[in-house]
């Protein structure tokens, strides 16, 4: 990354007043600013996906999802990244509409770009706040998943789940993978490429029918699925 506007260190006040005029989003970053890469079709497939179930899945609840235009303030670093996606069940994040204070989830959708960026200094800042509790990476290109968990000793647990696993679960916002008979509702997460084992066949498991497939060939499939009416689940 290189920054912007030569020597000159911007106060996060200014950078906001900028950020909002400007037709590219920038990253913050102790005063200096920059510019962020733009995302593919893939990219923006998965993130897209991801906000969807998780949105769906907050239905009734006080936290809310926001997808790639909403920033996160890390106050202690003097910071402000634009994640793919972040999760916030904190009322005071409801006064400030461009960014974020207290995150809980937050996740990255890998690229080339900002694998390394994503796994490294990004991830180091990120853990300075003390409202996180979970790091996702999903790392398209060799179909793999990956989650931090931070626990209560304040060491971060780490789990990755490859495309030889049909799901995986949320701890932060109690989202399960479920196979059990006993529930009427089943909210999981399918990771699959379509090429290799369609949808259709995954949920014939849970007895719910599933005709519209959303992504690409190839491309990773994030679904939240629940029991259709007039169907049993059980």
């Known amino acids: 990354m290189i920054a ?13 007043e900028l950020e909002e005029e400007s037709t590219i989003k920038h990253e913050y970053r102790d005063g200096e600013v920059y510019a962020m890469a733009g995302t593919g079709d893939t990219h923006n497939t998965i993130a897209g996906n991801l906000y969807t179930l998780i949105r769906n899945h907050l239905r009734g609840t006080n936290c809310r999802v926001y997808f790639a235009d909403v920033k996160a303030k890390l106050e202690e670093q003097n910071r402000f990244y634009y994640p793919d996606l972040l999760v916030t069940c904190d009322p005071q994040d409801r006064e400030t509409s461009t960014y974020k204070r207290f995150p809980k989830l937050i996740i ?8 390394a ?3 490294g200094d990004k991830f180091h800042d990120d853990q300075t706040l003390n409202s996180l509790e979970e790091y996702i990476l999903v790392n398209s290109k060799n179909q793999r998943v ?7 000793q304040g060491w971060w647990k780490f789990k990755t789940y490859n495309s030889e696993q049909e799901m995986f679960c949320l701890q932060s916002l109690d989202i399960k993978s479920l196979r059990t008979t006993s529930v009427k509702t089943a909210i999981f997460f399918v990771v699959s490429r379509l090429h290799q084992r369609p949808i259709s066949k995954i949920l014939y498991d849970f007895n719910v029918s599933f005709a519209d497939r959303v992504g690409d060939v ?6 939240l699925v629940t029991c259709p009416a007039g169907l049993s689940c059980t």
């Open 4 to 16: 912007l506007f030569g020597h000159q260190l911007l106060t996060p006040e200014q950078y906001l």
């Open 218 to 223: 190839g491309v990773w499939d994030c679904q």
């Open 117 to 119: 960026f994503d796994r």
């Open 146 to 152: 990956e989650i931090l968990t931070r626990q209560e």
């Open 108 to 115: 990255e959708v890998l690229s080339e770009s900002t694998e």
